[in-house]
């Protein structure tokens, strides 16, 4: 996925950016912002643990943050907007107590009116930063607090105080967790040793993480070994069979599975594609 930054000021408290991706996955995270998503062109399905939303060209996705998500698409280019916490925090009263969500498309005109504001702000939003003129970035900032007084008012729904605390604790674990395999990810590690280090019992890890995450432990660190696999294949002229033992993908059958549910063509066939391109 290639980003095409359109705004960097600091000022302005977000990042505001074009996406174009050949299509592709990612593998589940979260982050501390709300992320809103405009699709252009293309398509792509962002997954939850629990659900899964797809989201056409001219529609939007809004993720929340902290919420585990992972995103496989197809060829698209999107706008991105994403909204810090701190800033949220800052002129939000409660927001972490907000699950902001996109109103279906099921035909309703009020809900369809929604949508058109909210994509027509981030369309001027688009033609400030293009054009730059003289005090474009308070015109920029006043968009965006429109943008968030509309979130907020037809957007968004208000879940207990419980609610949020138990995902915090939730997502502290797997900050733990993640952060160690992704340390580790090419040694050969079991969910067994993940466990005793971070001091959790294995069956508790294994049910807890794929609860939370939508996906099985092994299977999310062969995801993060195929990512740096994927990298090192359109970067390198390096052996697919030294790349896979530079990655920790011992068990190369499942590598392979992976990565073809991943990119839609084998390792062997991804080398040879990035070398047409060269």
């Known amino acids: 996925m290639r980003h095409e930054i359109i705004l960097q000021d600091p000022a302005a408290g977000v990042r505001f950016f074009h996406s174009h991706s050949p299509g592709n996955s990612v593998t589940p995270h979260w982050h501390h912002s709300l992320e809103i998503l ?3 062109s293309g398509s792509l399905r962002v997954d939850y643990p629990d659900h899964s939303e797809t ?13 585990v998500h992972a995103v496989v698409s197809c060829p698209n280019e999107a706008l991105v907007l994403q909204i810090p916490d701190d800033l949220l925090e800052k002129q939000v009263e409660d927001w972490q107590l907000l699950t902001f ?44 607090y429109r943008l968030l007084y509309l979130l907020v008012r037809d957007f968004s729904t208000r879940k207990v ?11 502290d674990q797997l900050r733990q967790i993640t952060g160690y395999i992704e340390s580790n990810y090419n040694r050969r590690i079991k969910v ?21 995450m939508g996906i099985g432990i092994i299977d999310y660190l062969y995801e993060i070994r195929i990512g740096h696999v994927y990298h090192d294949l359109t970067t ?13 993908c011992f068990n190369r059958k499942l590598a392979v599975r992976l990565f073809r549910q991943r ?7 991804m080398r040879r594609k990035s070398h047409e391109k060269s």
């Open 161 to 171: 105080q419980g609610e949020y605390e138990h995902s915090l604790r939730y997502l």
């Open 101 to 144: 969500t996109v109103p279906p498309t099921d035909g309703n005109c009020e809900s369809a009116k929604k949508r058109e504001v909210l994509r027509e702000i981030l369309v001027r939003m688009l033609d400030l930063c293009d054009h730059r003129e003289e005090g474009w970035l308070l015109a920029f900032k006043s968009e965006l």
């Open 236 to 248: 390198t002229d390096r052996t697919v069979a030294s790349i896979f033992e530079q990655h920790g």
């Open 55 to 67: 989201v056409q060209a001219g529609d939007f996705a809004l993720i929340n943050s902290c919420t």
């Open 38 to 40: 405009y699709l252009h």
């Open 192 to 212: 067994q040793d993940i466990a005793a280090v971070l001091g959790y019992s294995e069956d508790y890890l294994s049910r807890m993480f794929r609860r939370q």
């Open 263 to 269: 990119y839609g063509i084998s390792p062997g066939q």
